[in-house]
């Protein structure tokens, strides 16, 4: 199998690494498999692939759709981002706790977030390419927040010795106590 499957420490949150050959020449990898990670149990369809670019110290989350929630298989192609998932299912017993990986084009890591969580990630290099692929259309009208820095998820975000860049809407998310019993923000 081209890929190792590591559970994370919330369960459903699994951090992947694909086998990369390389050579004089570069690399190869497959970044996903249909018939690998169905294998692994993890089933999904994807209807979406996403990219963005981002300078060092860009903060971008925690975002999440409320009633059409997305799973999200995520890496960095260039460069280094810490990236967080936050469990906001209900009834789940790690219900408010997050688990981080550090995503890195040279290692060609990935992290699989299911349904349910919130997402967010970190710019650690100079400039990232970041890109995900999701198992739901985007939905603006469905979007959902959490501040990145509410005590009481308690992230512990890398120091990079500078004040994080966020989005002005980034900044205005509201507390994580905003999820209402159902894990859907009011």
């Known amino acids: ?12 949150l699994y951090e992947i690494q694909p086998k990369v050959f390389g050579d004089s020449r570069g690399y190869f990898f497959e970044v996903w498999s249909e018939r690998d990670f169905t294998a692994a149990g993890l ?30 298989l995520v890496r960095a192609i260039e460069g280094e981002v810490f990236d967080v998932a936050v469990d906001i299912r209900p009834g789940s017993t790690t219900y ?11 290692k060609q890591n990935q992290y699989y977030i299911p349904q349910g969580f919130a997402h967010g990630f ?24 959490i ?25 205005k998310l509201p507390a994580f106590s905003a999820l209402g019993s159902e894990g859907k923000q009011q």
């Open 43 to 72: 089933p999904m369809i994807f209807v979406q692939d996403n990219q963005s670019r981002s300078g060092k110290g860009v903060l971008r989350g925690l975002h999440f759709q409320k009633t059409c929630p997305q799973g999200k």
């Open 122 to 145: 970190l710019v650690l290099s100079e400039t990232a390419v970041f890109a995900y692929k999701c198992t739901d259309f985007y939905h603006p009208e469905d979007e959902g927040g």
């Open 147 to 171: 501040i990145w820095n509410d005590p009481a998820i308690g992230i512990s975000w890398p120091d990079l010795g500078m004040e994080y860049y966020l989005s002005d809407k980034d900044k």
């Open 96 to 106: 408010g706790k997050w688990h981080g990986v550090v995503l890195s084009g040279e």
């Open 1 to 12: 199998m081209p890929f190792s499957f590591a559970p994370c420490p919330i369960a459903g």
